[in-house]
């Protein structure tokens, strides 16, 4: 009775004609760095709800789909004419009518098909993905279908991701995409539970190659410790530490691009980190080679604690050995 009424004391609190958030920054279009807006609808929340690292669920509310016009609304009152790129972000996947009712998806469609943007980015998982859902988007323009894929190995995103899908579901569904003239963007995790520093490491480098042909390009997205999760339960007994800084910056220097990152939360204890006086300056670093793609400069950084990172990789495959997976 309790959590219930809680529940609905947060609902009533919540504006749900307003977006979660809304933000402008820059992004990778065809190459070139574009003025984008980024925008985070609050829906009723992703129906999957089962992945190890994604606190999320939590954002949901039971917005309708004329709340979601509302927020869509909302939120293109801090665009542009300067504006090229819209992403739209929910807690769950774009292409689900039971989150994102398809008069609401529609709308908003319609509406950034007048504004003429040049590209549209949207997260769904792949059983979303249908002939006549990507033609839905196609038609009214240029669509970027991003995919958490997490993992090219299965058994890690089956028992440490818990993602319910396989690497031949995703491959499917990017040939979907593609055979209309789509573009895909696989989303890849460093540092899942319960594999170790170097594991994690070398797990993300040979899953973006193996993404590489069913992708157009790849996202490196850096564990963080999000509420009311089994990697949040495991952080708080010792047994989990988010992904060192210097991972993403090895896995960004082996893998052909384009591949971006954008490093939620470094430099934090729940974030991706280091030392702490490196962080800043190479998050930093990070975010300037998502727009110029040239990966000299993560060549040239330094700090002390670099030899720590190596050591306790060492260390962490003397223990526990190098294939848990």
Known sequence: MARARANRDKERELDLTRPVSVWRSKDLLEGQPAQSLTVILRTVGCRWNRCTMCGYAGEGAPASASDLIAQFGSALERSSPEVSVVKIYTSGSFLDPAEMPVQARDEILKRLERLAIKKLVVETRPEYITEQTVETCLSRLPTEFAIGLETANDLIRDKAIRKGFTFQDFAIASEVVHRQGGSIKAYLLLKPPLLSEGQAMRDAISSARAARSYSDILSLNLCNVQRNTVVERMWERGEYRPPWLWSAIEVLKSVPGPI????????????????????????????????????????????????????????????FGAALF
């Not at 702490?276 to 930093?284: L, T």
């Not at 998502?290 to 306790?312: A, F, V």
């Open 260 to 319: 971006v990152c954008d490093p939620v939360g470094a430099g934090t204890r729940r974030g991706p980190h280091n030392c702490g006086a490196c962080d800043e300056g190479i998050a930093e670093a990070i975010r300037v080679h998502d727009l110029s793609q040239d990966i000299t400069p993560l060549q040239k950084l330094d700090c002390q604690c670099k030899s720590t990172w190596k050591e306790l990789m060492e260390a962490e495959e003397e223990s």
